[in-house]
Every structure is written in structure tokens, then in C-alpha cells.
């Protein structure tokens, strides 16, 4: 397997983007990022995204982007993962030049979700549930997320508001990113008294509903020393993906995320590191729950105390483990498809000194780790700056 590098990155503003069409969106991440990395061309783009069939009538992205941002007749297809689809599009780009298939690769995540009324993207989200014993049950994802919240909360004798510690550091993260959808600051009291979505899951619990896109093209070691930018490369340490049931009450343990821990295990084998040496974690809080349950199946926290961290100020930027650097899915939003390639794209940020006041001082290893469903596919990148 050949080294793969990191040498351009772009990303859009999260938010509602009612003017722009989906093809518009990507194009304002993909072209940039082509700007950042000095390259006109490509061999193969590669699109995470979850939603376009359902929520725009859209699919044959690949191609459509493609001919789009002026790459016609490169391979070009959609890779879909449910919210895992921005991290598993990278996976695939990630093997193609590992692989020696190609030289350079631009890999994008898109996603439009704000056109369609609540009801109708909520019930698209749902497909990436169990659609037998989940989805027409009427299941849906704030409710399985809120049933593994009640869960934990009595299990470990944690009260709601402890939760709160994960909001309250996505967006003061968030107020640093000017990509981010919602850059203020929150308070505990603030969190407490949001409006209850799904009991115990509340508005400051939940990740929003949102467009966007992000983009970074991947490129041997020959292509990426050719290259030449003043910034510090940025290299793909590992790769790894690992699944579960996708029905919560299929799993051994509900309150154990197995895909994440199986991974990150293979991840840190491949890196050659132990969680001790990964100075941030760009996790997916799509739910408050889920940090705290990735932080636990990833070796920073006992099982239980994934809480008891953020309460503790470890996941802050000055923290032991800093997570959601730039807003994380919380704050800076979360654009399903698109979502694992945003965290990639701040991961090189932070490696490369670009972070600004979210700067995590001596970035040197970041991991990134992309969930689809709750929990069913979970996607672990582990960068290194060199």
C-alpha cells in the first residue's frame, strides 16, 4: 500500500442554502479545494451522500458533479453510507490511491436536506434504520438516539444536564468557525432549559438539519512532494471501517458501540499509536449521546464516564482530549453526507496550524470517525502531520 496525502481541502458554510442546488453546493466545495491542492485535474471523484434520491429527485451524482465543476469523462460515482456516506466516499479514495490506481483524487461529501418539510427528511434519515423493526414501527432517529440517552442516564446514574458539557463545548468551538450554522455560545442554562424534542433528547442535544458540502483531494507520496504550498503535509495514517446490526436491539450491548471499537482498533494498529497519542478527536455528536458513547468505545473514557469527561473540561480545546474542534455536528451542523469529509477538512486545519482560536496547540495526530445509522457502520481516519 502506497502513503496517501492530503493536499487540498474546501468546505461551504453550513446552513439553509435555498439558493443553490445541490450540484451548486458541491461545486463551491470542490472548486476550491482543486484551488488549494494547484490541480486543474483528476482521476476519479468520489461523492458522499445520503439523501439526493429522496430528498432533491437526484441521484447519478458522480457523474452529474463530475460534468459540473468541469471534470467530465473521469470515473466519477456516488458512495452512500447513510451519515457515515462523506467518510465512507473517502475510504473509497483512500484505496484507489493506497491501491496505485491513481495518482490524485478529489473526494467531496454533499448534502441538501433543508428544501423538504421536517416530516418528509425525517422519515428519509429514518432509511438508514432498521426499516422492518425500526422505521415503520415510528421509530425515529431522535427517538432511538433518546431511548439510548434514558438508557445510559440509568445504567450510569447520570442526570440529563450532565449532557449539557458536550453542547455548551460544541458551540464554543463553534464561535471560532466561520463555517460553523450556529456560532454562538450556549450556556448549561441555556441547555437546560431548551425545548424537549424526544425525552430526554432536547434541541441542544440534536444535531441540525442542514445543507453543505466539503471537499479534499488525496494524492501519492510522488504528487504530494511535487507539491508545493508552504503548509505542513498531512498524511492518512489509517483507514478502517467496521459495521453492527442495524436495529439497536439486535446488538449484544446497546450501550457499546462494537463497529466503533473494532475501527479504532484496527485504526490505531495501523498508525501504530494507542488513544493516548491522538491530541484531538473530530467525533460524531449527531446526538450528545453518541460523544459520549464514541469517547467510551474508543479507549479515552471508562464505560460510563464518557459524561463524566466533558464535565471534567477534558474535551476542550486546552482538554486532555479536545473533540469537535470546529462546532462538530452539533454546531457547525451536520449535512449528512457531507459530514465526514467537513471533519476531515478541519482535522488538516488543525494539523496545519489553520485552526485559528480553535488551534489545539501541537496538533500532530487527529482521528475522524463517521457514523452511519446509530452505529451500524462506523468509518475511523487517523491523520498525521509531517
Same mark, same amino acid.
Given at each position: 500500500?502506497?502513503?496517501?496525502?492530503?493536499?487540498?481541502?474546501?468546505?461551504?458554510?453550513?446552513?439553509?442554502?435555498? @439558493?443553490?442546488?445541490?450540484?451548486?453546493?458541491?461545486?463551491?466545495?470542490?472548486?476550491?479545494?482543486?484551488?488549494?491542492?494547484?490541480?486543474?485535474?483528476?482521476?476519479?471523484?468520489?461523492?458522499?451522500?445520503?439523501?439526493?434520491?429522496?430528498?432533491?429527485?437526484?441521484?447519478?451524482?458522480?457523474?452529474?458533479?463530475?460534468?459540473?465543476?468541469?471534470?467530465?469523462?473521469?470515473?466519477?460515482?456516488?458512495? @452512500?453510507?447513510? %451519515?457515515?456516506?462523506?467518510?465512507?466516499?473517502?475510504?473509497?479514495?483512500?484505496?484507489?490511491?493506497?491501491?496505485?490506481?491513481?495518482?490524485?483524487?478529489?473526494?467531496?461529501?454533499?448534502?441538501?436536506?433543508?428544501?423538504?418539510?421536517?416530516?418528509?427528511?425525517?422519515?428519509?434519515?429514518?432509511?438508514?434504520?432498521?426499516?422492518?423493526?425500526?422505521?415503520?414501527?415510528?421509530?425515529?432517529?431522535?427517538?432511538? $438516539?433518546?431511548?439510548?440517552?434514558?438508557?445510559?442516564?440509568?445504567?450510569?446514574?447520570?442526570?440529563?444536564?450532565?449532557?449539557?458539557?458536550?453542547?455548551?463545548?460544541?458551540?464554543? $468551538?463553534?464561535?471560532?468557525?466561520?463555517?460553523?450554522?450556529?456560532?454562538?455560545?450556549?450556556?448549561?442554562?441555556?441547555?437546560?432549559?431548551?425545548?424537549?424534542?424526544?425525552?430526554?433528547?432536547?434541541?441542544?442535544?440534536?444535531?441540525?438539519? %442542514?445543507?453543505?458540502?466539503?471537499?479534499?483531494?488525496?494524492?501519492?507520496?510522488?504528487?504530494?512532494?511535487?507539491?508545493?504550498?508552504?503548509?505542513?503535509?498531512?498524511?492518512?495514517?489509517?483507514?478502517?471501517?467496521?459495521?453492527?446490526?442495524?436495529?439497536?436491539?439486535?446488538?449484544?450491548?446497546?450501550?457499546?458501540?462494537?463497529?466503533?471499537?473494532?475501527?479504532?482498533?484496527?485504526?490505531?494498529?495501523?498508525?501504530?499509536?494507542?488513544?493516548?497519542?491522538?491530541?484531538?478527536?473530530?467525533?460524531?455528536?449527531?446526538?450528545?449521546?453518541?460523544?459520549?458513547?464514541?469517547?467510551?468505545?474508543?479507549?479515552?473514557?471508562?464505560?460510563?464516564?464518557?459524561?463524566?469527561?466533558?464535565?471534567?473540561?477534558?474535551?476542550?480545546?486546552?482538554?486532555?482530549?479536545?473533540?469537535?474542534?470546529?462546532?462538530?455536528?452539533?454546531?457547525?451542523?451536520?449535512?449528512?453526507?457531507?459530514?465526514?469529509?467537513?471533519?476531515?477538512? @478541519?482535522?488538516?486545519?488543525?494539523?496545519?496550524?489553520?485552526?485559528?482560536?480553535?488551534?489545539?496547540?501541537?496538533?500532530?495526530?487527529?482521528?475522524?470517525? $463517521?457514523?452511519?445509522?446509530?452505529?451500524?457502520?462506523?468509518?475511523?481516519?487517523?491523520?498525521?502531520?509531517?
Amino acid at each position: 500500500m502506497r502513503p496517501v496525502y492530503i493536499i487540498g481541502i474546501g468546505q461551504t458554510v453550513v446552513g439553509e442554502q435555498w @439558493e443553490r442546488s445541490l450540484r451548486h453546493i458541491a461545486h463551491d466545495a470542490i472548486i476550491p479545494a482543486m484551488r488549494d491542492a494547484q490541480i486543474e485535474r483528476a482521476d476519479a471523484l468520489y461523492v458522499g451522500n445520503m439523501l439526493s434520491g429522496e430528498l432533491t429527485g437526484q441521484e447519478h451524482l458522480g457523474a452529474l458533479i463530475a460534468d459540473f465543476v468541469g471534470l467530465r469523462g473521469i470515473e466519477a460515482m456516488k458512495v @452512500e453510507a447513510a %451519515c457515515g456516506s462523506g467518510a465512507a466516499a473517502l475510504r473509497m479514495g483512500y484505496i484507489a490511491v493506497a491501491g496505485g490506481i491513481h495518482d490524485v483524487v478529489i473526494v467531496a461529501g454533499v448534502e441538501k436536506m433543508t428544501d423538504t418539510v421536517g416530516s418528509v427528511t425525517t422519515a428519509g434519515l429514518a432509511m438508514a434504520a432498521d426499516q422492518e423493526y425500526e422505521a415503520a414501527e415510528g421509530v425515529s432517529f431522535v427517538a432511538l $438516539n433518546a431511548l439510548l440517552m434514558r438508557r445510559y442516564m440509568y445504567e450510569y446514574n447520570v442526570p440529563h444536564a450532565a449532557f449539557g458539557y458536550f453542547a455548551v463545548n460544541a458551540h464554543h $468551538n463553534a464561535a471560532g468557525n466561520p463555517y460553523a450554522m450556529f456560532p454562538e455560545p450556549i450556556t448549561l442554562d441555556t441547555y437546560r432549559k431548551a425545548a424537549m424534542i424526544a425525552d430526554p433528547i432536547n434541541l441542544m442535544d440534536s444535531s441540525p438539519i %442542514c445543507d453543505g458540502a466539503a471537499a479534499v483531494v488525496l494524492a501519492s507520496e510522488p504528487m504530494a512532494r511535487a507539491f508545493h504550498n508552504g503548509r505542513r503535509r498531512v498524511r492518512i495514517a489509517a483507514s478502517a471501517v467496521a459495521t453492527d446490526s442495524l436495529a439497536i436491539h439486535d446488538r449484544r450491548d446497546p450501550l457499546w458501540l462494537e463497529a466503533a471499537w473494532l475501527s479504532s482498533q484496527k485504526a490505531y494498529s495501523q498508525a501504530g499509536i494507542s488513544p493516548a497519542d491522538v491530541d484531538f478527536f473530530e467525533l460524531h455528536d449527531a446526538f450528545t449521546i453518541m460523544a459520549a458513547l464514541s469517547l467510551e468505545a474508543n479507549g479515552f473514557a471508562e464505560r460510563g464516564r464518557g459524561v463524566r469527561l466533558a464535565e471534567e473540561g477534558e474535551i476542550t480545546i486546552e482538554g486532555r482530549i479536545p473533540i469537535a474542534t470546529m462546532g462538530g455536528l452539533k454546531a457547525r451542523g451536520h449535512p449528512v453526507g457531507a459530514t465526514g469529509v467537513y471533519q476531515v477538512v @478541519e482535522a488538516v486545519q488543525q494539523l496545519q496550524g489553520l485552526a485559528g482560536r480553535n488551534q489545539v496547540h501541537d496538533a500532530n495526530i487527529g482521528m475522524t470517525q $463517521n457514523i452511519g445509522g446509530s452505529g451500524a457502520t462506523i468509518i475511523t481516519h487517523i491523520l498525521v502531520g509531517e
